[in-house]
Structures are given as C-alpha cells and as structure tokens.
T-cell receptor
Framework: KAGVTQTPRYLIKTRGQQVTLSCSPI?????VSWYQQTPGQGLQFLFEYFSETQRNKGNFPGRFSGRQFSNSRSEMNVSTLELGDSALYLC????????????????FGPGTRLTVL | KQEVTQIPAALSVPEGENLVLNCSFT??????LQWFRQDPGKGLTSLLL?????REQTSGRLNASLDKSSGRSTLYIAASQPGDSATYLC????????????FGQGTTLQVKP
C-alpha cells in the first residue's frame, strides 16, 4: 500500500503571496489532518477533514484554510504569506472509521518544506 | 489544557547500549499515545501506538509502556544502533471531540559507533 504523499516537497515564496499544498492519503483512509512544524513551536494541529467536511480546527488565523475532495485528497491554502509561516507542513491520514476515529493510527507524509522570503 | 513534555531534549549514547526515552502528559484523559520517529527534514514514522486500556506495546527492539494514572510513557530501545539516531516524538490524543494529536518537543538521539 502506498503511503501518504505530499506535493510539492519544497516551496519558496515571498511575503504576501499565497500557496496551496496537496496531500493524498493512504488508499481507503478518509480522515486527513494537517500539522505545522517549526523549531520554536514544534508540531501544531491545523485542521482535520473527513468526508469533505472540516471536523476540527486548530488555533491558526483565517489565512490558513483547507478542503478535502471526494477521493479524500486534501489541500491546504495559506494566503498573504508571512515570514513566520516558514515551516514543514505535514499531513496525516487515518481510517477515520466510526468507532475508531480517535483510536486508529495516524500515518504521516514526508511533508512540504515552505520557505517564505 | 493537555501538555506533553519529553525529557531529555537530547541524548548521546554508544552503540549497543539500552536506553529509555521519557514522555509525560498533564491530563490522563487520553484515548491513546503514539511514538514517532523523525529523521532530519523528513516526515514522521509511526513506531508504536498504545491505547489507553493497554500497558505496553512491543515492536522488534522497541518497547513502549503507558502509565495513564501517572501521566507517563517510556520508549525503551534495546541494543541501540547508529541507524536509531533520529528525533523521537510522543503524541497523545486527548479525550474529547477534537481528534488532534498533541506532541511533545521530542528527544534527539545520537547513537555513536
């Protein structure tokens, strides 16, 4: 089974631009979560999608948004980029099945390294 | 608010040594705890998942224990190898309707040949 894939792997943008990151979950998984990793703050939860619906959202400004498609692939978008948005963005997939939503293993992708200049 | 702490932040050991990594959390109301490994610049690799009803899980040279009442977990690595060098992260999934993982800051392990 193929793992979680994320594209692109690396991105360089300038302040004020916007960016879209993509995540394809493991086949059959319906839940996708996004995390931001920085040296100072560590790993922080951005949001979770299940069946095209956002189920949970972390404490990030509205410039961070996401969506999920019918094939469970997910995208996240960051508008009006700031220097502090430079980070490794990781997505994780899990089955999300009823009864296992909070107990199943989360599998992470390789991440997208975003650098904002 | 759930907080996860990992001590030490960094650890250096000679090859072949057995070692223990520590993880503590402030709220014992959790669904499970998961240990991950992260190589520099890479994503997270899931090592072990312990459900709240379990005491330990084993995979190869790795053994993870969970003491929910005291808010502690340990990851035991037997006969360490240079290839074990990485950052090890623990994460808890707190009870409640959020589903998010709350991570510790990690322990960076270096195993010297």
């Amino acid at each position: 089974k193929a793992g979680v894939t994320q594209t692109p792997r690396y991105l360089i943008k300038t302040r004020g631009q916007q960016v879209t990151l993509s995540c394809s979950p493991i086949s059959g998984h319906r839940s996708v979560s996004w995390y931001q990793q920085t040296p100072g703050q560590g790993l922080q939860f951005l949001f979770e999608y299940f069946s095209e619906t956002q189920r949970n959202k972390g404490n990030f400004p509205g410039r961070f948004s996401g969506r999920q498609f019918s094939n469970s692939r997910s995208e996240m978008n960051v508008s009006t980029l700031e220097l502090g948005d430079s980070a490794l963005y990781l997505c994780a997939s899990s089955s999300g099945l009823a009864g296992a939503r909070f107990t199943d293993t989360q599998y992470f992708g390789p991440g997208t390294r975003l650098t904002v200049l | 608010k759930q907080e996860v702490t990992q001590i030490p932040a960094a650890l250096s050991v000679p090859e072949g040594e057995n070692l223990v990594l520590n993880c503590s959390f402030t709220d014992s109301a959790i669904y499970n705890l998961q240990w991950f490994r992260q190589d520099p610049g890479k994503g997270l690799t899931s090592l072990l998942l312990i459900q709240s009803s379990q005491r330990e899980q084993t995979s190869g040279r790795l053994n993870a224990s969970l003491d929910k009442s005291s808010g502690r977990s340990t990851l035991y690595i037997a006969a360490s190898q240079p290839g074990d060098s990485a950052t090890y992260l623990c994460a808890v999934r707190s009870s409640g309707n959020t589903g998010k993982l709350i991570f510790g800051q990690g322990t960076t392990l270096q195993v010297k040949p």
